[in-house]
């Protein structure tokens, strides 16, 4: 009996093996390995995406049994060569996203490498859209694309999106720390109303937060947003 589960265990591997080889194949006009680019769903070609639809719930799995493989490739090239990235990752995460469209962590890891480490901002933005466009719920992917305008200095277009996951998160420190993104993007617009709302916010998802308190503080003393302080006048020497 057990060595008729082995056999079975066996058929299984070769079948998934040669079925991942089949999808390797069939997804490759999609994916450019030298200028390390995401091509859009539209431009997966017709029988692509009905092979992709013949493998039924097997496509899930296939997707589960690839991300593995990306997540040790991923922190593989971390640990020797930190802040660089590989095509390999970029397409096994492509290949994840187009036979799982709901596997919301490929999207946001492929989007976070083409963003920051190949500074391909609009490539990582097209494709978290993708994401946002599949998983209408997701806070992760509104995140990220709001981290991304964020790296890039882009405060006035952070905004939006942080906002929309500052709704959709639960956990109270990824909202503490989604709210303090918030507050620092509306400090360097300038925008001081906003930015006590959302220091205010902190502290009341993480009370006792330091940098909210801080802020806070310079905000009251006037050293927050200087250039708008009341200007005092100068002092007259005594006895002149």
């Known amino acids: 009996m057990k060595k008729k589960s082995g056999d079975f265990y066996i058929l299984k591997s070769i079948i998934a093996v040669v079925v991942l080889f089949i999808i390797i194949i069939n997804l490759n006009p999609v994916l450019d390995k030298e200028k390390m680019k995401f091509y859009p769903e539209e431009a997966v070609s017709t029988p692509t995406q009905m092979f992709l639809a013949m493998l039924g719930e097997l496509r899930y799995t296939l997707a589960a049994v690839l991300w593995m493989k990306v997540d040790h490739y991923h922190h593989e090239v971390e640990a020797h060569e930190p ?8 397409q096994m995460t492509r290949m994840v996203t187009l036979l799982d469209p709901h596997f919301e962590q490929a999207y946001s890891v492929a989007a976070y490498n083409l963003a920051v480490k190949l500074r391909k901002k609009d490539d990582a933005l097209q ?3 993708e994401g946002i466009r599949n998983n209408p719920k997701t806070a992760l992917l509104y995140w990220d694309k709001g981290f991304i305008y964020f790296h890039y200095r882009e405060f006035a277009k952070a905004i939006p999106p942080m906002e929309i996951a500052l709704r959709k998160i639960t956990g109270e420190i990824d909202r503490a720390n989604t709210a303090r993104i918030i507050a620092h993007c509306y400090i360097k617009l300038g925008n001081e109303k906003m930015s006590e709302f959302y220091l205010k916010k902190v502290l009341e998802i993480h009370p006792g937060d330091y940098w909210a308190s801080m802020k806070i503080k310079e905000l009251e ?13 100068p002092k007259k020497n005594a006895g002149r």
């Not at 003393?221 to 006048?233: M, Q, V």
Request: aromatic fraction near 8%; glycine fraction near 8%; avoid cysteine.
């Open 221 to 233: 003393n006037g050293t927050l947003f200087p250039a708008k302080s009341p200007k005092t006048a």
């Open 127 to 129: 494709y978290l859209e």
């Open 83 to 90: 802040g660089t990235t590989s095509p390999s990752v970029l």
